[in-house]
T-cell receptor
């Protein structure tokens, strides 16, 4: 069974810092990987989808990388803002979506 | 708003009662997924539909759970004889195409079983 781990579970940074969130998975035979953001009590907002043939995707201040052979993905957030405070979830995709437990990010003004 | 919608947003019920949730996907999306998320955990897959056909069900979906998508548009998830362990956020997502494309999530229905 695919296990997805996200480290750290919680992260607090001052505004303006660059930061990296980590996602690791046990079975490298995945199709794609998707990063989501979840605000408290809300649904998930898709941030980036990386296809298995790609190594990274960028959208604005966000950059996600994928290394299938090592079973890792990172989400890089540049120049963090208080509005970035949320839980960030990664999901690896094979026959279904397997989610990690998330990293709770707090950006302090 | 053309996103995924879910109703109700919150449901409080007593143990043993039946509850039904509704999900309206993005209109042109052929796939619809149900997930359950408990506090501090990521969403767990429950089941999915391609058009009106239910193609896969997780072992998490006990006999008390049933899902339908009668006309390939909206879907309902019913839980019979609710238990306190059913308390969770129930999320619906939709996509156009297969498993390789982005899924778009609704706001969820939070169920509390007293």
């Amino acid at each position: 069974k695919q296990e997805v781990t996200q480290i750290p579970a919680a992260l607090s940074v001052p505004e303006g810092e660059n930061l990296v969130l980590n996602c690791s998975f046990t079975d490298s035979a995945i199709y794609n990987l998707q990063w989501f953001r979840q605000d408290p009590g809300k649904g998930l907002t898709s941030l980036l989808l990386i296809q298995s043939s790609q190594r990274e995707q960028t959208s604005g201040r966000l950059n996600a990388s994928l290394d299938k052979s090592s079973g890792r993905s990172t989400l890089y957030i540049a120049a963090s803002q208080p509005g970035d405070s949320a839980t960030y979830l990664c999901a690896v995709i094979r026959n279904q979506f397997y989610f990690g437990t998330g990293t709770s990010l707090t950006v302090i003004p | 708003d053309t996103g995924v919608s879910q109703n109700p947003r919150h449901k409080i019920t007593k143990r043993g009662q039946n509850v039904t949730f509704r999900c309206d996907p993005i209109s042109e999306h052929n796939r619809l997924y149900w997930y359950r998320q408990t506090l501090g955990q990521g969403p767990e897959f429950l089941t999915y539909f391609q058009n009106e056909a239910q193609l896969e069900k997780s072992r998490l979906l006990s006999d008390r759970f049933s899902a339908e998508r009668p006309k390939g548009s909206f879907s309902t998830l019913e839980i019979q004889r609710t238990e306190q362990g059913d308390s969770a956020m129930y999320l619906c997502a939709s996509s156009q195409g297969g498993i390789l494309v982005e899924q778009f999530f609704g706001p969820g229905t939070r169920l509390t079983v007293l």
